[in-house]
């Protein structure tokens, strides 16, 4: 009986330490996006850093390719509408940055944490968000306009 009671105590213990794990890495991403509020523009983009030679007036839908998640699959769709709505627009399923100087580093912060969010991850002139709608990221694209 006592074996089978110290499993129960182990069990019990594993998935305490398991939810507590899960509830501060929760608190963590939360706080990490509450810190991208003050730098959100009237569609929720943030400016983020983007590798030398990005094209501009041009959207990077970032997400896996040929993949059959729902991500992947919502990706897809954007890409299609914003083609359908005359808006230039690349998928990719890698991005790199890097800064030059420390004065980039919390450009390059916010980078990080918009990339950690849900995909898809969409960059539009400099400026990020992840899983926006088609509508968000049209009017995003027509801002620089």
Not at 47 to 55: F, K, S, Y
Not at 110 to 127: A, D, Y
Request: hydrophobic share 40%.
């Amino acid at each position: 009986m006592d074996a089978v009671s110290f499993g129960q105590w182990t069990l019990i213990a594993a998935l305490s330490v398991g939810a507590v794990y899960g509830l501060w890495t929760s608190h963590e991403r939360t706080m990490a996006e509450r810190g991208l509020l003050p730098f959100q523009d009237s569609n929720g983009f943030v400016p983020v850093q983007t590798p030398p030679g990005t094209p501009p007036d041009n959207v990077i839908i970032l997400a896996a390719l040929n993949c059959p998640s729902a991500a992947a699959q919502r990706a897809d769709t954007m890409a299609k509408r914003l083609t359908e709505l005359g808006i230039p627009n690349t998928r990719a399923n890698h991005y790199s940055a890097s800064i030059t100087d420390r004065d980039q580093l919390p450009l390059l912060q916010r980078t990080s944490v918009v990339m950690s969010g849900e995909i898809p991850v969409v960059i539009v002139n400099g400026m990020a968000k992840a899983n926006p709608t088609v509508d968000e990221v049209a009017s995003e694209f027509r801002l620089g306009k």
